[in-house]
């Protein structure tokens, strides 16, 4: 059971560990099955009307329903992506993006309070990690995001609701194993969010160990490995896990992770200037990969002016883009996301940290 800030956090438990719960407050067992689907709906206690206004009372004392509050919300002007930025029970800050597109809305959520894989790039990992979130903070940003999308809707409208989720936020999901996976498993269970496993995307550094445990969970998410470099030599330069684990052993977990769901893997790559955005490094890439069920994601860095690493122009990407695809690799350039509301990962949580600290 997890314990946060005293009280406990009733939306990291199944319906199976919501009922012992509630049987040792002397309730029978259907009760679950309502107080699950009033957590996952976003309900607060008072509000559960098929409780007994007594259990309702005794839950408000001693438990939370969302361990998840939104501080501030702000909404681009250029394609209505939201960045919010949340509270925990005890006192972390963290933040999320909602996508709008035009197959549904997105939420990309953190799994970690900050992280301590310490990619160069990264604007996350630069006060390093305070702790892990745990599977109602994962679930509970979730809530918050259909909240803001019911708010937003219009009046007698079927509210839009969170249909796809990324783990891209703050956090190595996999440094955060079990709550993870316990976080999956509860997101896809009837009565609750109903989210299926194909509308996950899991982003990893590339932890081995965890990789290839993952593969056999039964949970076939979509892969992103966060791959950032054509070999050792240059991925050692920004990502200091690169050092543990080689990176042939990281694209034979992810061979692995294939085999066993059948889901092709995607590679994240972040192309930064002078380091690893050249043609002939898109020509190593794509030597790497040959024959793999894979898509290569190129991103343009955001910079992060803490570490003076540079940004591609759009000739650069176009460049890199085109010397995988004569190689036959699938390749796609994300598209930038709220750009005007710093929709890169830890960005806005800093500058609030940041604000707070000057004040
Ligand atoms: N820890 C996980 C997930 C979080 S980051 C991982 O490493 O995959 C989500 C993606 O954004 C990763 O691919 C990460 O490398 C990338 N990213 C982080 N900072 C970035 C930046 N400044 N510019 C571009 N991409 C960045």
């Known amino acids: 059971?997890?314990?946060?800030?005293?009280?406990?956090?009733l939306l990291s438990m199944t319906p199976q560990e919501l009922g012992e719960y509630l049987r040792g407050l002397g309730q029978p067992a259907f009760r679950a099955k309502q107080l699950f689907?009033?957590?996952?709906?976003?309900?607060?206690?008072?509000?559960?009307?098929?409780?007994?206004?007594?259990?309702?009372?005794?839950?408000?004392?001693?438990?939370?329903?969302?361990?998840?509050?939104v501080l501030e919300t702000i909404t681009s002007s250029l394609d209505g992506t939201v960045k919010l930025l949340y509270a925990l029970p005890d006192g972390h800050v963290i933040?999320?993006?909602?996508?709008?597109?035009?197959?549904?809305?997105?939420?990309?959520?953190?799994?970690?309070v900050g992280c301590r894989m310490g990619c160069l790039f990264c604007a996350s990992t630069l006060d390093g990690c305070a702790r892990s979130l745990t599977p109602g903070e994962m679930?509970?940003?979730?809530?918050?995001?259909?909240?803001?999308?019911?708010?937003?809707?219009?009046?007698?409208?079927?509210?839009?609701?969170?249909?796809?989720?990324?783990?891209?936020?703050?956090?190595?999901?996999?440094?955060?194993?079990?709550?993870?996976?316990?976080?999956?498993?509860?997101?896809?269970?009837?009565?609750?969010?109903?989210?299926?496993?194909?509308?996950?995307?899991?982003?990893?550094?590339?932890?081995?160990?965890?990789?290839?445990?993952?593969?056999?969970?039964?949970?076939?998410?979509?892969?992103?490995?966060?791959?950032h470099a054509p070999n050792d030599e240059v991925r050692r330069q920004l990502m200091p896990i690169a050092r543990r684990y080689a990176m042939d052993?990281?694209?034979?977990?992810c061979r692995h992770y294939i085999e066993k769901t059948g889901r092709r893997v995607i590679f994240e790559y972040a192309l930064v200037h002078g380091v690893n955005a050249s043609?002939?490094?898109?020509?190593?890439?794509?030597?790497?990969?040959?024959?793999?069920?894979?898509?290569?994601?190129?991103?343009?860095?955001?910079?992060?002016?803490?570490?003076?690493?540079?940004?591609?122009?759009?000739?650069?990407?176009?460049?890199?883009?085109r010397a995988l695809e004569q190689r036959n690799i699938s390749v796609?350039?994300?598209?930038?996301?709220?750009?005007d509301i710093e929709g890169a990962c830890g960005q806005l949580r800093r500058r609030y940290l940041g604000q707070k600290e000057s004040d």
């Open 1 to 9: 059971m997890e314990v946060r800030g005293e009280r406990t956090q």
């Open 37 to 69: 689907a009033w957590l996952h709906q976003g309900v607060p206690f008072e509000g559960m009307t098929n409780l007994p206004r007594a259990l309702r009372e005794t839950l408000r004392e001693s438990c939370i329903d969302n361990p998840v509050r």
């Open 95 to 112: 933040e999320g993006v909602l996508m709008r597109y035009k197959y549904g809305n997105t939420l990309c959520l953190s799994t970690q």
């Open 139 to 227: 679930l509970g940003q979730i809530v918050c995001a259909n909240g803001v999308l019911a708010a937003q809707s219009g009046d007698g409208k079927e509210p839009a609701r969170v249909g796809n989720i990324v783990l891209m936020g703050s956090g190595e999901p996999f440094d955060n194993y079990d709550n993870v996976v316990k976080f999956l498993n509860i997101l896809h269970t009837e009565g609750g969010l109903c989210i299926g496993m194909r509308s996950v995307s899991l982003s990893t550094c590339g932890l081995v160990p965890q990789m290839l445990r993952f593969a056999d969970e039964g949970l076939p998410v979509t892969l992103s490995l966060s791959l």
């Open 249 to 253: 052993d990281v694209l034979s977990a």
């Open 279 to 321: 043609p002939e490094q898109a020509a190593e890439l794509a030597g790497k990969l040959r024959g793999m069920q894979c898509h290569v994601n190129l991103i343009p860095l955001n910079s992060v002016p803490e570490r003076g690493l540079q940004g591609v122009s759009e000739r650069e990407v176009d460049i890199f883009r």
């Open 332 to 339: 796609t350039r994300r598209r930038e996301m709220g750009d």
